[in-house]
């Protein structure tokens, strides 16, 4: 809360002495405000808040405290001491697990590349041989691939899933082992095959070395933290070819193997998945930069691995161009609050299992671990029950006890303030709710008879389609609502309220607000997102049929 009063304090400085910048149109702006956004590292503080005010609502403070001290383990250590020990006191069969929890957790905290960066530097310290670099299944690797796989399924199918369509339809075999071609009763030509091998190849390697630029922006900077630290240690001879490893043996042959992990509904044949394989193993070595020599049978296919081999580096290049690791966070997918429960669970259970590894750290970190172990008594070793995580807000009587409460209080005074008031309908008859939050800036404003009031006047119009705008106006630290008001908030006003929504105007933004928002957006459907206006002033409302 401190470090927003103290943003919030400088926006308010800031928006006080450049009044030439408010006459910029705000849309224009949006990109370059995005783009110093990114530039700017988010307070590890405000990433811990955002994500407990979307934990269930109904869990006790003994667990929210002991799920904050494992996020502040997880987050605030740039020696990510508990990641490096559950990862070497994990069982190999629960690695997988582990490191796709420990991914998506820090996926919601609003930086997946945070324990990548530091992991993967430890990873290539120790490397004494290059070539094995990140060839075995080391936890790094089992995190670098998460992220790949939870952020990257729209570009798989739009690059790999017309080709995997192509060869399903396709009669084409793509055998050339002779071995295998003595079994086959048609199709056994070798010329034949080995020339539908190469069209099938071409085909897919085209469709990957024109995707660079819709490749998502997190696995692009992963491959750019890979390639600058291969380069710094072992040189440009194996940067690229390090990325390769990554990208092509990792992320891309994976999907081509087993489409089923993005596609649904697939029944390949063995012949047809035979084709992937073969496919798979010249991109692989394109991508090793390896000629075949075991397999005589593919050695004829040397030349076409050589004549391919700077394409497909120079989009590998592409991808790893440098550019600022701060993690953007509106290019984040939308994270789900029970898959994020789910992952402090598994996180919980490893530290349960080896809390022996924790006895020679530091007091505090012992400490931390200790309150987290505090709760090792609940059932089956769970932090968060699925029970509570189901929540009707519509018959939730926390806010039946709020609405009877507002129900029987004075407002008079509130509403003579007109920091929420009812402007009329738009075009289309829906109420409009303008929240004026200048009107909060006298400092004298109790928050608590304000939420009430909010309940009291927008319960019966939020029945019901409704549009808001919100009237920017940069507050001091003095009158900048807490967390803690804002979760309760957030919790008590049901479904109703977002649903029926249809449109929120934000007119006159800072770029502080925009920061702010932007860190909600892994837990907000993208329908909200999509309901999200800026607009420079109030005379452009007008232009949307909104006048207040």
Not at 336 to 352: C, K
Request: charged share 25%; hydrophobic share 40%.
């Amino acid at each position: 809360a401190d470090v927003m009063e103290e943003a919030a304090a400088m926006d308010h400085n800031k928006d006080a002495g450049s009044s030439e910048s408010k006459q910029e149109d705000t849309n224009d702006s949006s990109a370059s405000d995005v783009r110093n956004l990114g530039k700017q590292e988010i307070p590890s503080k405000i990433r811990i808040e955002v994500l407990m005010l979307h934990l269930p609502q109904n869990l006790s403070s003994q667990r929210l405290v002991a799920i904050r001290a494992l996020i502040e383990l997880l987050i605030e250590d740039p020696e990510h001491t508990l990641v490096g020990i559950l990862s070497r006191t994990c069982k190999t069969s629960d690695v997988d697990r582990l490191a796709a929890s420990i991914e998506y957790i820090f996926a919601a905290l609003g930086d997946p590349l945070q324990p990548i960066q530091q992991l993967l530097s430890i990873e290539i310290d120790k490397t004494v041989d290059p070539n094995t670099l990140l060839r075995g299944n080391s936890f790094v690797n089992k995190l670098m691939i998460a992220c790949a796989k939870r952020i990257g399924l729209d570009y798989l199918k739009s690059v790999v899933a017309p080709f995997i369509e192509e060869v399903l339809k396709s009669p084409d075999s793509y055998e050339i082992d002779p071995t295998k071609l003595e079994m086959e009763t048609t199709h056994s030509n070798p010329d034949v095959n080995r020339e539908n091998l190469i069209r099938g190849t071409t085909d897919i390697l085209q469709r990957i070395v024109t995707s660079a630029d819709s490749c998502p922006i997190i696995i692009r900077r992963i491959c750019a933290i890979l390639k600058k630290k291969v380069l710094e240690k072992f040189g440009e001879e194996y940067a690229t070819s390090s990325v390769g490893g990554f990208v092509c043996l990792r992320f891309i042959c994976p999907s081509i193997l087993a489409p089923e992990f993005f596609l649904s509904n697939l029944n390949i044949p063995a012949d047809r998945r035979r084709n992937l394989v073969l496919v798979c193993k010249i991109l692989q070595n394109v991508s090793n930069g390896t000629l075949f020599s075991k397999e005589e049978y593919m050695i004829s296919l040397n030349a076409f691995l050589t004549c391919h081999k700077n394409q497909l580096y120079q989009y590998l290049d592409q991808l790893a161009e440098p550019r600022d690791l701060a993690l953007d966070a509106s290019v984040q997918a939308e994270m789900a609050i029970g898959m994020v429960t789910d992952a402090i669970n598994v996180v919980y259970e490893h530290i349960v299992a080896n809390q022996d590894a924790f006895v020679s750290l530091s007091e505090d970190f012992k400490s931390k671990v200790g309150v987290i172990l505090s709760q090792k008594d609940v059932a089956n070793n769970r932090l968060v029950d699925a029970d509570v995580i189901v929540h009707h807000a519509s018959e939730d009587p926390v806010y039946l006890n709020y609405l009877h409460k507002a129900q029987n209080q004075d407002f008079n005074d509130l509403t003579a303030k007109r920091i929420v008031y009812i402007a009329g309908d738009d075009a289309l008859g829906r109420p409009i709710v303008v929240f004026n939050v200048q009107k909060m800036a006298s400092g004298d404003i109790n928050l608590d008879k304000l939420f009430l009031f909010l309940i009291y006047l927008l319960d019966p119009i939020v029945q019901k389609e409704y549009v808001a705008v919100y009237l920017h106006y940069s507050l001091n630290s003095r009158e900048i609502p807490s967390f803690a008001w804002l979760r309760n908030a957030y919790g008590v006003f049901n479904r109703k309220y977002k649903k029926n929504v249809k449109h929120v105007y934000i007119v006159g933004s800072s770029m502080w607000l925009r920061w702010t928002l932007s860190l909600f957006r892994p837990f907000i459907s993208s329908k909200f997102w999509n309901k999200l206006k800026y607009v420079r002033d109030v005379q452009e409302l007008t232009s949307f049929q909104i006048h207040i």
